[in-house]
Every structure is written in C-alpha cells, then in structure tokens.
C-alpha cells in the first residue's frame, strides 16, 4: 500500500483501475484489504471502467493508530478522506461507505459536496439516525484478555472480527467510543448530492435502508435480500445496485 500524509497522520491506501474515482470507506474493524479488495470490490470496480481507491481509515490496517477517542470522530475521519481526494489531485468522486464507512461519507458529503459525485451508504441505514448498539460493551470487549468472557453476543461479533482481522484492539476501542453516535436526521436532511442507501434485509446492526433514503431528498434505498451485516458485503445485489447507480449519475 502507498502511504500518505494528513494532516501529518500516516493513511494507507491503494488504487486499482482507470476512469471515473470511486472512492471506497471501510467498516469498523475492517480495513481496505479486507473490506474491498477480498470482495473483489476493486476489480469489479475496475472492470467496469472506474478507479477504485480503498483506503485503512485511521486506527485500522496500515494506518497511523491513535488511543484516544477525540482522535476518531466522524468529521475527522471524513477529513481524511478529503486530503486523500487532495494527494490524488481528484477534483470529485463517488464515495462508498460501508457501516461506519457509511458515517464517515455522510460527513464527507455534507463538509464537501462539491467533492462528492455520488454517495452510497451501505451497511447503515436507519441506524444512522437512531444509533446501534453500546459503544461501551464493544470497547470493553476488545480490551478483555480472554473472548471466552465476553457475553454480550454482537460485541462479541466484533471482537471475534478484530482478531480476524489481526487489528490493534487499543485502537479499535478508542475509536468505537466516537464513531457510533448517531447523526440527527435534520442534518442528514441537508445532504443535496445523489444518494444510494443499501441494507441487507437480515442487517440488524444497519437497520432497513428506506427510513434513511426517505429524509434525504431524491435518495433512494436497495434491500439484499437475506443478507446480515457481515455476508452483505460483497453480496452480488450490492454491487450490481451500485454499477446501475453509479452509471446513472451526474
């Protein structure tokens, strides 16, 4: 991965393809690898004529880590991915965002949108409004020494995909701790640039993607039939939904 400063934070990002930039925000405890090249997102991407560019969000992969919560706000994060626009000398993209990707292109194309082409929140619906599960049962359990004594079943999930995906745990609970708070409706109401909101059907951690789609004006919502948070992903619905969306945009 190439490495480039923001703001004088180290961030981790690849490329892949040629045409229109299509910029590509990963999950909570993910990273670019694992949220968009091993779901052949990037490739699908790039045969399709775009440049796909997936970047580890800070505190994740590659990126520079923080342990300090302040450190990992929505808006911060969006700022990220703006100077990456900026270092690529990319005027505007599309963005997609998955879960709290989902969060950090709002913010994006709210701060900025005469940098966003199109947006497509994924992996977060409804949620985003209401807020989803307790950033404290996440955190406590990503610091537990053993997973056996976690109880609590989806902050289990996460930390189960934390190990998965070899993350620094430290980080991981410093950012949980600024990355869940929901973002009032009214303001997401203020978003004007074309919007796409996905959920999987089974994604209680999303929520049904309509809700969202609803308050944005001229957005609209794609269900993956059968689908959970985790399997939705690289779901063919998905990707598929997002190439008819993205070839009909401004």
Known sequence: MDVFP??????????EGDGDAVLL?????SNAQTNWRDTRWMKFLADNGFKAIAADNRGHGASQKF?????YSGQV??????????HLKIAKADVIGYSMGARIAAFLAMAHPERVRGAVFAGLGANMMRGVGSPDAIAKALLAEDVAAVTDQEARAF???AD????DRRALAACIMASRDRIPGEKLGTIRVPVLVVAGTEDKIAGPAKPLA???????ALDIPGRDHMKAVGDRVFKEGVLAFLRKRP
């Open 25 to 29: 925000i990963h999950g909570f405890a």
């Open 159 to 161: 930390r189960l995909f």
């Open 6 to 15: 923001s703001d004088g934070v180290e961030i981790a990002y690849m490329t």
């Open 77 to 86: 994060m969006a700022e990220d991915a703006r100077r990456l626009l900026d």
């Open 214 to 220: 609803d308050i944005i004006p001229g957005a609209e």
């Open 67 to 71: 342990y300090d919560a302040e450190a």
């Open 164 to 167: 998965q995906t070899k993350s």
